[in-house]
């Protein structure tokens, strides 16, 4: 199993909007994705860093991997409107962690009000389908990807997740495969 877990308050169809793509996909491998609730933002007030007004993305990863151990789930996924960062970087859309076999998305920045756009719901789902499967491929042990269509290709901006697709390109799923099998996942 998938676990998706979402961090602090966010619409709920969003999030069962991210699990129904999210396990469509990973249907074919026979890995079932699933909704495990919310976990309270408070315990992640560490993360928090008051001059950014951001959180430090990678604290929330052994937390996250040590409930994904007590689901005995083989990765684990949060979705979360507080907005990330990491060193040397402004912001990010997500990050993850292929030894804890965790991750986070953020979707503050997926959505068009953020750029003071008018709110679109197909399209913020759209985009955080998209960082979350580039999550989990990170998570699988997928590196970036050339390919500007695959879902592992680099996003720095919103530009670079609406111009991609939210599948990886036939080179990254043979590796997913191989990835997968390896983890003992896939008989
Ligand atoms: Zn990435
Ligand atoms: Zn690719």
Known sequence: ?????????????LVEGVVDSVRNYYSRFGISVEFVGEVPAEPFSVAFNARRNQYLGRVF??????LREEL?????????ELDLYEEGLNFVFGLANPSLR???????RLRNEFYGL???DTLLL??????????????????????PRCV?????????????????????EEKLEENLRKLGVLS
Do not use: W
């Open 152 to 172: 592992m290709h680099f996003s720095n901006s919103l530009l670079d997740t609406d111009a991609k697709g939210p599948l990886y390109c036939p080179r990254c």
């Open 72 to 80: 005995g789930a083989v990765a684990i996924l949060g979705i979360t």
């Open 126 to 147: 759209e985009r955080t389908v998209k960082e979350a499967m580039h999550e989990l491929g990170h998570v699988f042990g997928l590196k970036h990807c050339p390919n």
């Open 118 to 120: 008018e709110p679109d």
């Open 1 to 13: 199993m998938i676990a998706v877990v979402s961090i602090g308050p966010i619409e709920r169809s």
């Open 61 to 66: 990863l052994p937390t996250l991997s040590a």
């Open 102 to 108: 965790s991750a986070i998305v953020s979707v503050q």
